[in-house]
């Protein structure tokens, strides 16, 4: 029997988290030491129950590790000219190093005029057009905070991952397009594969690494893996399963722990990772802003 089949492991993202937010907590206090006080701004439209909840915790992370937290709760029924006066006075506003706008936003506000008009250098969800193109020419710039967990992940799971190769399920903006640009980077070769792909799991079969970012619940099983695999699930899916409501990927746990080498669960893989990757990103912003101009110290 294989190593792989024996002995599977499964990737602790909250203990990831964990130790991302300390190195954050270290970099706070040494701006703190240099008189910089890094900022981030939330803001919040409507009162979408999950958003709430969203934003609550990235606050208490942000006060966890010493940042300081600005948040601006607007009503449903906010227009689109009050939300973008909003974002132009926290662009001008030297307190604010980060700045995010929880989503989804409601139906009659433009989402993507909303995102351009965060100040690149402040757009810790890295959605900015700038950021976005940035990241495909390999610059340095603000990424987007669930792909940067999964590729740290990564990283401390399988060492060194130039030449694996990695499949992606799923092309969405937020995950799987930002995820396979970062895969690129790390010297990895790269397959999306989507709905319109055929024969997925022949496709997925021949990764070394599988991002499933998909939103379909249990879609990948062990028939799409390679033995041996590293399996990275980001779906977050809610389904009613023996009369109870339970949260489950886009992987089918249970079929493919005895095959992968190293997987994550759901809850607590990806997940926390994303806010952890925030507050890196309000940290890495905050330096942008107030240090990258200053002369060196004698």
Request: aromatic residues 2%; charged residues 20%.
């Amino acid at each position: 029997m294989s190593r792989a089949a024996t002995l599977p492991r499964l990737i602790d993202g909250k203990a990831t988290a964990a130790r991302v937010l300390a190195e954050v907590s270290d970099e706070v206090a040494d701006l703190r030491a240099r008189g910089v006080q890094p900022g981030l701004a939330v803001v919040l439209v409507g009162s979408d129950p999950a958003s709430q909840v969203y934003v609550r915790n990235k606050v208490l992370r942000a006060e966890e590790t010493g940042i300081r937290s600005l948040e601006h709760k607007l009503p449903a029924d906010t227009d689109e000219a009050t939300l973008l006066a909003l974002i132009e006075h926290l662009n001008a506003s030297a307190e604010v190093n980060g700045i995010l706008v929880q989503l989804p936003l409601p139906a009659h506000i433009n989402e993507q005029r909303v995102l351009q008009a965060i100040d690149p250098l402040k757009d810790v969800d890295g959605f900015h057009s700038e950021n976005v193109g940035g990241l495909s020419q390999g610059r340095e710039v603000l990424t987007p905070c669930t792909p940067s967990g999964c590729l740290r992940l990564l990283q401390d799971t399988c060492g060194e991952l130039r030449g694996k190769h990695a499949v992606v399920v799923g092309r969405s903006n937020i995950v799987g397009k930002p995820m396979a640009a970062l895969l690129l980077q790390a010297d990895c070769t790269v397959t999306v594969v989507h709905s319109r792909s055929q024969d997925l799991p022949a496709l997925c079969r021949q990764a070394d690494i599988v991002v499933a970012a998909v939103g379909k619940p249990r879609l990948i099983d062990a028939n799409w893996l390679k033995p041996g695999a590293v399996v990275i699930d980001v779906g977050i899916n809610r389904i009613d399963e023996d009369g109870r409501s339970k949260l489950v990927g886009d992987v089918d746990f249970d079929s493919a722990l005895s095959l992968v080498s190293a997987i994550t669960p759901v809850p607590g893989g990806v997940g926390p990772m994303t806010i952890a990757y925030l507050m890196k990103n309000t940290v890495a912003a905050t330096r942008r802003q107030c240090l990258a101009a200053r002369p060196a110290q004698p």
